[in-house]
């Protein structure tokens, strides 16, 4: 009697209760790498993608900021006698830079006489996501992406509104002419 006493707290205490659970959704990222919406788990590219969510909790605010963490890539900074601090002068992705690595801005492809200058441009804080293809995409993305892809996707005026309580108010009046 004792042995079934202490066999039935030992089962009661090993059956698990979903009350304790922790019922966090898993955050869904869906890639245009392919250009076709996919999960990143289906898609054959080597892509990283970084979120508002890791732009903001990692306060990253240059491009050297982004891609710190990313194997296989790296800003290069370009100095001169006048500016020490220097421009970003462009992104490499294993080994490629230049005409070879092509950069995005909302499906926009930045025009190459833009893209060697000056990357200073880029506000981190305006964006949504980062797409980073490695590898060769002429066929999908055309012939300046032998290196890889990096797509900006900025945030959309319902991102900036989402979660505030906002007024419009309209006045009536009288109109005669």
């Known amino acids: ?10 089962l009661a205490a090993s059956i698990p209760f979903p009350v304790f659970a922790d019922n966090d959704d898993i955050e869904t990222i869906t890639v245009t790498a392919s250009r076709q919406k996919k999960a990143k788990l289906a898609i054959p590219e080597t892509v990283d993608v970084v979120t508002k969510k890791n732009i903001d909790d990692h306060q990253m605010s240059t491009m050297e900021d982004l891609v710190r963490y990313m194997p296989g890539i790296s800003v290069n900074r370009q100095t001169s006698g006048t500016d020490p601090f220097g421009n970003l002068g462009g992104i490499r992705i294993r080994g490629m830079s230049g005409n070879r690595v092509q950069l995005q801005v909302d499906g926009s ?8 200058g000056n990357r200073n441009f880029i ?4 964006i949504k996501t980062v797409e980073v293809i490695r590898g060769p995409g002429s066929v999908l993305w055309g012939a300046d992406s032998v290196g890889g892809v990096v797509a900006f996707k900025t945030l959309d005026p319902s991102d900036l509104l989402k979660g505030r ?3 419009v108010r309209v006045n009536g009046g009288e109109f005669q002419y």
């Open 109 to 116: 492809r930045i025009i190459e006489s833009i893209q060697d």
């Open 123 to 126: 506000d981190l804080s305006n």
């Open 1 to 10: 009697m004792k042995i079934n006493k202490i066999f039935l707290m030992m």
């Open 165 to 167: 309580s906002y007024v």
